[in-house]
């Protein structure tokens, strides 16, 4: 079991908006350390998709966000679109394992 | 233009060592700012973070595979190696190189395309 929890699916119609939760804990995203989020479309690497809980790279479309409260963090997607359909995972840093990065157990979204 | 490629076998038996490159190209391995992790998933699973090495050569491991892993740099061949000591089929993973901007916190901005590796006898 991952160290951040996220839900293994979530679903929606094109057009529509999703969220994705990340679920931590006081020693990572509740101790004040950033989350970033990842898009791993099928048979890729992932991508950079979400840094700093709620900045976007250059050439990541506005319809992406982020946010962070407490010890959670969501990323939503709006105006859902079909390319849109792949994992996506969150990371934090935890304090409580010596020093570790840690990541999130993933997200598949299906576009309907 | 900064990317990572990873190298290495893709096939090992039970109980040997895994040694994996990573060869950037685009950022210098020296830069203050910069470090680079190394990353796997199992077929079908989660990534799961391996280890670390920053500018300064200080280094940090998953707690759970720290007694078998073993990273380093050589910064003239822009290179980072990974070694995995005793592999096991459960080890069957793709393995990914990615730069960290700026510390513990900061994202990995650029991965690999990632290797994948295949523990069998």
């Known amino acids: 079991q991952s160290v951040l929890t996220q839900p293994p699916s979530v679903s929606g119609a094109p057009g529509q908006r999703v969220t994705i939760s990340c679920t931590g804990s006081?020693?990572?995203?509740?101790?004040?350390?950033?989350v970033h989020w990842y898009q791993q479309l099928p048979g890729t690497a992932p991508k950079l998709l979400i840094y700093g809980n709620s900045n976007r790279p250059s050439g990541v479309p506005d319809r992406f966000s982020g946010s962070k409260s407490g010890t959670s963090a969501s990323l939503a997607i709006t105006g859902l679109q079909a390319e849109d359909e792949a994992d996506y995972y969150c990371q934090s840093y935890d304090s409580s394992l010596s020093g570790n990065w840690v990541f999130g157990g993933g997200t598949k979204l299906t576009v309907l | 233009q900064v990317t990572l490629k990873e190298s290495g076998p893709v096939l090992v038996k039970p109980t040997e060592t895994l040694t994996l490159t990573c060869t950037v190209s685009?950022?210098?391995?020296?830069?203050?700012?910069?470090?680079v992790s190394w990353i796997r998933q199992p077929p079908g699973k989660a990534l799961e973070w391996l280890a670390h090495i920053f500018s300064n050569d200080e280094k940090s491991y998953s707690t759970s595979l720290k007694s078998r892993l073993t990273i380093s740099k050589d910064t003239s061949k822009s290179q980072v190696v990974l070694t995995m000591t005793n592999m096991d089929p459960v080890d069957t993973a793709t393995y990914y190189c990615?730069?960290?901007?700026?510390?513990?916190?900061?994202?990995?901005?650029?991965w690999g395309q990632g290797t994948l590796v295949t523990v069998s006898s």
């Open positions: 006081s020693s990572n995203i509740g101790a004040g350390y950033d």
């Open positions: 990615a730069r960290t901007l700026g510390g513990i916190v900061g994202a990995k901005d650029y």
């Open positions: 685009g950022f210098s391995l020296s830069n203050a700012r910069m470090g």
